[in-house]
Structures are given as structure tokens and as C-alpha cells.
């Protein structure tokens, strides 16, 4: 049955349970016991403590103290329900109205606030890939802030779009690269590597030579400072470009 409602998954409902509408609409029979925002919050426990995999409305149901087929009655499946987890933890973005220095240490502001929910939530970098999707308030709020930062700039509609997104793709990227790292086996890994790569040198001159160098060493230095000083150069040079058009 769970199944079966999940694969017939409604986007105007899916909208409307993310922007508050279903809650407006009247409903027979005996009232709610639960808002979704609390159904939401009760994914959010399970998602925290043991990973999306571990997540389903079984569980939810199990929290919240009712049956699957009457947790239903809140959101129409999982999907949905994770939709609902997202914008729920993503809650307001931050005010870069505040922030002194233009457009560029305001997105600097705004990629540190999206690694700060990443690392809190790493389950929603599963949850929300780059692609077109349901999105709630709380989520356009996101953009909302990131594309007002870099109105200043001049760029184009699509431009400012893209560099939104540019940045999101560095946050996104470093936070996984922190989440997957082992430290102890990264430190075997390396050891193996350059044991290999002593044998094979020469079929790899550059690749040998970057290790002597130390340029596969830890990082000492937060790498997002590095990754948002190349994008943020990258788009600091297009604004001055379209300025001399």
C-alpha cells in the first residue's frame, strides 16, 4: 500500500504540504494530532542520529506513537516527507544585509552558512541534489538571499543563477569530502600510494613530483577559503569584464 502511494506521488500536494497549504484546507473527521512540521522534526531525529537509509514512515509512524497508514494523513509519502525534512531544517537563511563589503563577502557569508546546515544535516546532501525539485519556502528563501547578494555585481539573470549554484557545488563537494574522510586510512591510502608511485615514477612525472612537494599533505588551511577564492576570483573577473562591454 506505502509502495503504491509513493510511485503515484502528486506535485500540487507535494507543494502544498511544503508551503502550509494542506494544513489551511478543512478536513473531516477527528482533528490532527500532529502539525507535519512535528512529523518533519521526528524524520529529522532519525535522519541525524542514523542516516536517510534508516529513515521511513514505518519508523516516523513508530516515533510519533500511530500506524503507518495513519501517519498518511500528514504527508502523503516519503518523498514528501523528506521534502518537508529539508525545508524544516533549513528554517531562515542568514541576513546578508548585515554584512559589510558588497556582494563578495556576502556570498563568503552565505556558503559558510549553507556548510554550517551541511555539516549539522549531512543526510541533506543526499536528500537535495543538484537538480529541479520540490522546493519550500524555507529552500527559495536560500536562493532568494544567494541571487540579492549578487544583484550589486551587474551580471545577467542567468549569471547570477549560475554563480549561486557554482558556489553551492564547492560547499556541497567540500562538505562530502569532509564527511568521507578517514583519517586513518587516509594516512595508509597515501603511504600505499606513494610506495607506488616511487616504483612509477617516471610514468607519472608530474603526478611524482606534486607528492615530493607536498601537494597531496593535509590540507593545513580550511580548503573552502581556497575553493571560494578561486570561484569568487572567477566571478569578480566576469563582473569586470561585462563592466568594460
Known amino acids: 500500500m506505502s509502495a503504491n502511494r509513493e510511485s503515484k506521488r502528486d506535485p500540487g500536494a507535494s507543494l502544498a504540504l511544503l508551503w502550509g497549504e494542506a494544513e489551511a484546507r478543512p478536513r473531516r473527521g477527528p482533528k490532527p494530532k500532529f502539525t507535519p512540521v512535528q512529523v518533519a522534526r521526528a524524520g529529522i531525529g532519525i535522519a541525524d542520529s542514523e542516516g536517510l537509509d534508516a529513515l521511513s514512515m514505518q519508523r516516523v509512524a513508530e516515533l510519533l506513537g500511530v500506524t503507518t497508514m495513519a501517519l498518511y494523513r500528514y504527508v502523503p509519502g516519503k518523498p514528501d516527507l523528506i521534502d518537508l525534512m529539508v525545508d524544516t531544517v533549513l528554517s531562515s537563511p542568514p541576513d546578508l544585509g548585515d554584512v559589510p563589503g558588497g556582494w563578495r563577502p556576502r556570498i563568503e557569508a552565505w556558503a559558510r552558512a549553507c556548510r554550517h546546515v551541511y555539516r549539522a544535516h549531512p543526510w541533506i546532501l543526499a536528500a537535495t541534489g543538484l537538480r529541479r525539485q520540490a522546493m519550500g519556502p524555507h529552500q527559495v528563501a536560500w536562493l532568494d538571499a544567494a541571487l540579492a547578494a ?49 616504483l612509477h615514477a617516471e610514468r607519472f612525472p608530474a603526478v611524482t613530483r606534486a607528492v615530493t612537494e607536498g601537494g597531496f599533505a593535509p590540507a593545513g588551511d580550511d580548503p573552502l577559503d581556497f575553493g571560494l577564492s578561486c570561484v569568487l576570483d572567477g566571478i569578480q573577473g566576469l563582473v569586470e569584464s561585462a563592466g568594460r562591454a
Not at 557545488?169 to 567540500?174: G, Q
Open 150 to 198: 549578487l544583484e550589486p555585481t551587474g551580471l545577467g539573470a542567468r549569471h547570477r543563477h549560475d554563480a549561486a549554484i557554482l558556489v553551492l557545488s564547492l560547499v556541497r563537494n567540500l562538505t562530502q569530502q569532509t564527511l568521507d574522510s578517514d583519517e586513518q586510512g587516509d594516512r595508509e591510502w597515501d603511504r600505499l600510494t606513494t610506495q607506488q608511485l616511487t
